[in-house]
């Protein structure tokens, strides 16, 4: 990507900080969004305008990973599965890092 115009109705953010704001145009920059797609489940700054009080302050760890899994191979985008699981690697290769981190 070399150049994107955003384009923000200030007037609609709802109560999302410049924060949440920024990490949600770059994820939707980053990534082709269905946004008819149903991620009420999820915790991810997808979620920012359905009830800006309750949504994550920036991006999250499944952020992060979906990310991460789009751009990390190429192959990854031709096969759905391997983007999912790449995607759950990613998810849990990062939680037990910091629990291994974490002192008892």
């Known amino acids: 990507m070399v150049r994107s115009i955003v384009i923000i109705d200030f007037d609609r953010l709802g109560g999302a900080d410049l924060v949440q704001l920024a990490d949600y145009v770059t994820f939707v920059a980053l990534a082709q969004i269905d946004?008819?797609?149903?991620?009420?489940?999820?915790?991810?700054?997808?979620?920012?305008?359905?009830?800006?009080?309750?949504?994550?302050?920036g991006?999250?760890?499944?952020?992060?990973?979906?990310?991460?899994?789009?751009?990390?191979?190429?192959?990854?985008?031709?096969?759905?599965?391997?983007?999912?699981?790449?995607?759950?690697?990613?998810?849990?290769r990062e939680r037990r890092a910091a629990s291994e981190a974490t002192p008892e």
Not at 38 to 53: K, S
């Open 59 to 92: 991006l999250t760890d499944w952020d992060t990973a979906y990310l991460g899994a789009l751009y990390e191979h190429d192959q990854l985008r031709i096969n759905r599965h391997s983007q999912t699981r790449s995607v759950v690697d990613s998810v849990v």
């Open 35 to 57: 946004h008819e797609a149903d991620i009420a489940g999820f915790r991810t700054i997808l979620n920012l305008f359905d009830d800006p009080a309750t949504a994550p302050e």
